[in-house]
């Protein structure tokens, strides 16, 4: 009899960890415990579940390389992550980082803010953490069968998923500064016969930038006193991208020798493209994905009145909200939060000048 109370027990709860339909391996004895939320992402925005991810004690730890491998998944990313499992059922996924440069953490958490005042994208409840002395950022782990770095699943999820979604997505990705964007930091679920987007590593939002709608941004690399640019007060200088071919250490040293520090050479990657750049206010801004063919821009002809409403909403207070866990962070300047305003009028301007009037027949 015992049992099958427990059974019931079970059974009731089952549903509410699952998050995903097709999501078979959630149906685990995880959705019994008894501080276990539904970790559906239509409940992403509840605050319940950041104080599991704050408050849950850590049970088992593995590098995140490892966890994709066991599960056959690829693994194409470079940080020094972990798969994380806590002691309320919860999945999680920690971003270990420097003590001294916290950046990337912060800007993860104000993605997840940024995306609950916004009403999108979706992106996993993220909170600043501290496990066994490292610190960084944990999210909440979303499983997925669904291979995005597999030839054309991107492409296709892109194709399935409500326009709005997609076009939402970009949207975010622009006026937040989500430059480091594609099928590598995207998860894609089926929820019921859904198909969803999941926005994951957000980090690249930390990057002071400069775009215009409809182009790639040229991001903030490296600052140097020794550039001597002496242009302070002056609009960025879009029309004076350089481009270097088939750039090296080499070649980078002999174009801009010790006006930029060792160890922006040191950890150079050129990812097999031409290198872009403007110099600007003693900076070195580069134009990640120029030359990149594939590369899917985050722009779209279409805004819904949901979307302008969310984004004519954003002001400065807003923002200081949704970075408040970032407010001791170096790259938050009052410059930094215009960039973002500015943005986003960009995107609004764009949309009256495109106004497209219904026939009136
Ligand atoms: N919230 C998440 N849910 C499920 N898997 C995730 C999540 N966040 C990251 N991952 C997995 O971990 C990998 C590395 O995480 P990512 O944030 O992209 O790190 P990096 O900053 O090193 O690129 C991702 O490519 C993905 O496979
Ligand atoms: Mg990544």
């Given at each position: 009899m015992s049992c099958r109370i427990l059974l019931i027990i079970c059974v009731l709860c089952f549903p509410m960890n699952t998050g995903f339909a097709d999501e078979q391996s959630n149906k685990n004895i995880a959705s019994c415990f008894p501080q276990m939320v539904d970790t559906?992402?239509?409940?992403?925005?509840?605050?319940?579940?950041?104080?599991l991810l704050k408050k849950g004690k850590v049970i088992s730890m593995r590098p995140m390389r490892e966890h994709l491998q066991s599960t056959g998944k690829k693994a194409e990313f470079d940080g020094d992550v972990f798969f994380v499992e806590l002691?309320?059922?919860?999945?999680?996924?920690?971003?270990?980082?420097?003590k001294d440069d916290l950046g990337d953490?912060?800007?993860?958490?104000?993605?997840?803010?940024?995306s609950i005042s916004l009403g999108f994208p979706n992106v996993p409840?993220?909170?600043?953490?501290?496990?066994?002395?490292?610190?960084?950022?944990?999210?909440?782990?979303v499983e997925?069968?669904?291979?995005?770095?597999?030839?054309?699943?991107?492409?296709?999820a892109l194709n399935e998923v409500d326009e709005e979604d997609v076009a939402n997505l970009h949207l975010f990705y622009f006026v937040f500064g989500q430059w480091d964007s594609g099928p590598h930091n995207i998860l894609i679920v089926k929820d019921k016969e859904k198909t969803q987007l999941i926005a994951?590593?957000?980090?690249?939002?930390?990057?002071?930038?400069?775009?215009k709608y409809g182009e790639l941004p040229f991001v903030r690399v490296c600052y140097s006193d020794k550039l001597k640019t002496n242009d302070w007060g002056k609009p960025f200088p879009f029309e004076q991208a350089k481009t270097i071919e088939n750039p090296t250490t080499e070649t980078l040293q002999k174009t801009f020798g010790d006006t930029l520090?060792?160890?922006?050479?040191?950890?150079?990657?050129g990812y097999g493209l031409p290198f872009r750049y403007v110099i600007h206010q003693n900076s070195l801004w580069r134009q990640y994905h120029a030359g990149d063919g594939e590369?899917?821009?985050?722009?779209?002809?279409?805004?819904?009145?949901?979307?302008?409403?969310?984004?004519?909403?954003?002001?400065?207070?807003?923002?200081?909200k949704i970075f408040t866990s970032a407010k001791n962070a170096d790259f938050l300047t009052p410059a930094y939060l215009e960039a973002i305003l500015e943005r986003r009028d960009q995107v609004l301007r764009h949309f009256k000048e495109h106004r497209t009037y219904p026939s009136l027949l």
């Open positions: 559906h992402l239509k409940n992403w925005k509840n605050s319940q579940i950041s104080t002691d309320n059922g919860l999945k999680a996924v920690f971003k270990n980082l420097p953490a912060h800007a993860e958490v104000a993605a997840y803010q940024a409840p993220t909170v600043m953490t501290d496990i066994k002395g490292m610190k960084g950022s944990l999210q909440l782990f997925t069968r669904i291979e995005a770095l597999n030839p054309g699943i991107y492409e296709h994951i590593d957000n980090s690249g939002v930390r990057n002071h930038q400069r775009v520090p060792a160890s922006f050479y040191q950890s150079f990657k590369f899917l821009m985050s722009f779209t002809h279409h805004l819904s009145d949901r979307t302008r409403k969310a984004l004519e909403g954003l002001n400065l207070s807003m923002l200081k």
